[in-house]
């Protein structure tokens, strides 16, 4: 048994202060005991500020290598998403297992320092680079769950089914070629990474993930979607103008409506970016159940479009926040280029707040119910029951002087950083201690011999 003492704790019925977080072994939260400021004396831990820590709910790990190295202007003067994706294609070729271990390893450290606790690794790098499977189909999901082994992360690893190079069947080219499954051998797949998964944590798990409608066929979707009913399903979705239209005219229909009128779409999925969304989809979606897995950072750094939060929110919509290319793993940044783009579009403020709860108090409360959600995870609260994913913030922080109760979160998120993260439990795991990762600088070494071994390619 763990005890963590905490002056001020978010809970689902609000701020409570001296509060008491029994973790049992096994990483589930016995008991949370509020109002009783002499449990200090009992307590293992003591926190300023306890929150609920959320899940990271779409990650490609392997592009942490590329950050900041595709700022500078192709040969066409009007650089796009599409541009991005063939220097990412490029870069894909020289990866080898043990790099794929080594990135993935300080993306999932960095999470764990920015204050989530939990990711879901939407894994579509699964081949050599000829395409040709490893003596293990599952060699590479393997590699991530030997990361997750290292960092203590609570992983959800969601092999991808990837197929086609585009909707009108061709075959993948040399970029995409390590990714590419039909649906037999991507079962295999998938068993292997089930097992992978196996010998971590009893709080990790896995998940099915068809990449797209670009990416697969509507048979291989029917089955990909039938395939683990009880575990999480996520799938890329209406990112880019140039997919919704490419959709529009092989499938019939915009890929959400398509989506929504050929699949019983609700709570088991998460509908990534889903920028490109009519306001009919915008409210069908809200109503589905399901989780809008929002990149906020990645799609500003790509030009994908701007999500429609606000229809969103007014329809009841859930919704998480994922890292996605990682570029910038931030927490705190996340949330809020999330909120200022919505405040860009529409010329207002405050636009994601409620009456009874700040603007920051509803992007945290909201993206800590949709990452769990997404995940498969039983988290997203401090109470009995649920999983100990918690995340503690500087009681010293300069600009959490005189701040109480949701005033807490926004300066949190408006006007700090992920610095102010002291310390982070996954599954009751203490991974971060005042602001460090117990591994931080192994997981650093292994990953900087990784990039001059990469040098070349970069």
């Known amino acids: 048994m763990t005890k963590i003492f905490a002056e001020t704790v978010l809970m689902e019925e ?49 592009q942490r290598a590329m950050a900041g190295l595709t700022e500078a202007r192709g040969p066409d003067r009007r650089d796009s998403f599409w541009t991005w994706r063939r220097l990412m294609f490029r ?111 009893s709080d990790c798990g896995t998940g099915v993930a068809p990449h797209s409608l670009r990416a697969v066929s509507r048979e291989a979707l029917r089955d990909a979607v039938a395939l683990r009913k009880d575990r999480p399903l996520h799938i890329h979705v209406a990112e880019q103008v140039a997919e919704v239209e490419e959709v529009g005219a092989a499938w019939g229909a915009r890929p959400m409506t398509w989506l929504l009128d050929n699949h019983p779409v609700d709570e088991r999925w998460c509908l990534i970016h889903a920028t490109q969304m009519e306001p009919d989809e915008t409210v069908a979606l809200a109503k589905s159940g399901a989780v809008a897995g929002l990149c906020p950072i990645t799609e500003s750094s790509l030009g994908d479009g701007i999500f429609d939060g606000v229809r969103y929110r007014e329809h009841g919509g859930r919704f998480g926040v994922g890292s996605d290319s990682n570029i910038r793993i931030s927490l705190s940044e996340e949330l809020r280029t999330l909120e200022y783009s919505q405040r860009l579009r529409d010329r207002g403020r405050a636009v994601l707040a409620d009456s009874g709860r700040s603007t920051g108090r509803v992007l945290f409360e909201e993206v800590v119910l949709g990452g769990a959600q997404a995940a498969g995870r039983n988290s997203g609260r401090i109470a009995a029951g649920k999983l100990a994913d918690m995340v503690a ?55 900087l011999k990784t990039i001059a071994e990469l040098e070349d390619a970069l």
């Open 91 to 201: 870069f894909l070729e020289r990866l080898t297992p043990e790099h794929v271990e080594a990135i993935a390893a300080l993306v999932q450290m960095e999470m764990l320092e920015a204050g989530y606790a939990g990711v879901a690794e939407f894994h579509y790098l699964h081949h050599q680079p000829d395409g040709t499977p490893y003596d293990d189909i599952a060699e590479l999901s393997r590699r991530i769950a030997f990361s997750a082994a290292e960092t203590g992360i609570g992983l959800t690893l969601l092999p991808v089914l990837y197929q086609v190079g585009g909707c009108d069947g061709r075959a993948l080219g040399a970029g995409q070629i390590r990714f590419g499954n039909d649906m037999d051998r991507f079962v295999r797949l998938l068993e292997g990474a089930e097992d992978a998964v196996s010998g971590l944590p």
């Open 393 to 447: 913030l500087d009681g010293e922080a300069l600009d959490l002087a005189g701040r109480t109760g949701d005033r807490m979160l926004d300066a949190f998120i408006f006007t700090g950083d992920d610095r102010w993260v002291r310390d982070v439990w996954s599954a009751g795991r203490h991974m971060v201690r005042e602001g460090r990762h117990v591994a931080r600088d192994r997981i650093r070494t292994n990953y």
């Open 14 to 62: 609000g701020w409570r202060e001296n509060v008491l977080v029994s973790v049992g072994d096994a990483g589930t939260i016995e008991a949370v005991s509020p109002d009783d400021p002499g449990s200090v004396a009992g307590a293992d831990h003591r926190a300023a500020v306890l929150l609920p820590a959320p899940v990271n709910l779409h990650s490609h790990a392997f």
